[in-house]
């Protein structure tokens, strides 16, 4: 396990070294959460340093805010800067046509509406979650809700063929909260051979705020490998 271990965290970070030769001067750029995105914050305070860049970065999680400030990375707000270059962020899971699951660390809300803000959105991650179908490895599809339709969503889910399980939080009594004050369900589908076609009913429920579905909005993935970190992008 341990010797595991070391390559998964070597492929991250060398997934997060790719992906962060894309930030120039000038750039204002979105940031991800997750522990793959920890080794690109960290170097990319290193790159500002080292470069004397001015890069401004609107972080999705408090998270990631704590690392920025931690790294020496100024940080600002889409409504200062509605127009971002790009994104770096991770996945939980990646087909072979780069669409995601995303929201296992619980901010896919914010994660998709930077993602969405954003001229290139770059992913990284290990290649263990590299699937060829999503939902593949009983992989769920986070929903992030508002508590008051939880009960109502989760007739929904199941009327969609899904099995809703709301996260329960570590540490703590009760359900996982998110940086927004909501809940998340994740929603079990097994194999999604239509995630857009999954994606918008889900969407239609309403209470729903966000799903973890991001699909067509990759253009590349830096997949670290056990010695190699492979670039994939998006078929225009």
């Not at 080292?50 to 999705?60: D, F, H």
């Not at 127009?83 to 995601?100: C, F, K, M, P, S």
């Not at 179908?133 to 508590?147: C, F, R």
Request: glycine letters at 8%; one cysteine or more.
């Amino acid at each position: 396990m341990k010797h595991e271990n070391n390559w998964v965290e070597k492929a991250k970070k060398n997934a997060a070294l790719e992906a962060v030769k894309h930030v120039e001067d000038n750039c204002v750029i979105g940031l991800g959460s997750g522990s793959t995105i920890a080794y690109a914050v960290e170097e990319l305070g290193k790159k500002i340093k080292l470069e004397n860049l001015r890069v401004k970065a609107v972080p999705t999680s408090y998270q990631t805010l704590m690392l920025a400030v931690r790294y020496g990375i100024p940080t600002t707000i889409l409504d200062e800067n509605p127009r971002l270059d790009l994104t770096i962020d991770g996945a939980d899971q990646i087909d072979e046509a780069l669409n995601l699951i995303k929201g296992m660390g619980g901010a896919l809300a914010r994660e998709k509406i930077v993602a969405s803000a954003s001229e290139t959105l770059i992913i990284i991650a290990d290649e263990r979650k590299k699937a060829k179908i999503l939902g593949e490895n009983s992989q769920p599809v986070p929903i992030e809700v508002l508590p008051f339709a939880v009960s109502h969503v989760t007739l929904k889910i199941k009327a969609l063929g899904g099995k809703p399980q709301i996260r329960e939080g570590a540490g703590k009594v009760g359900p996982v909260v998110t940086d927004n004050g909501n809940f998340i369900i994740d929603a079990y589908f097994g194999l999604i051979k239509n995630p857009a076609e999954l994606e918008r009913k889900i969407k239609a429920i309403p209470g729903v705020v966000e799903t973890g579905l991001f699909v067509g909005m990759t253009d590349i993935v830096y997949l670290g490998k056990h010695y190699k970190v492979e670039k994939l992008e998006r078929k225009k």
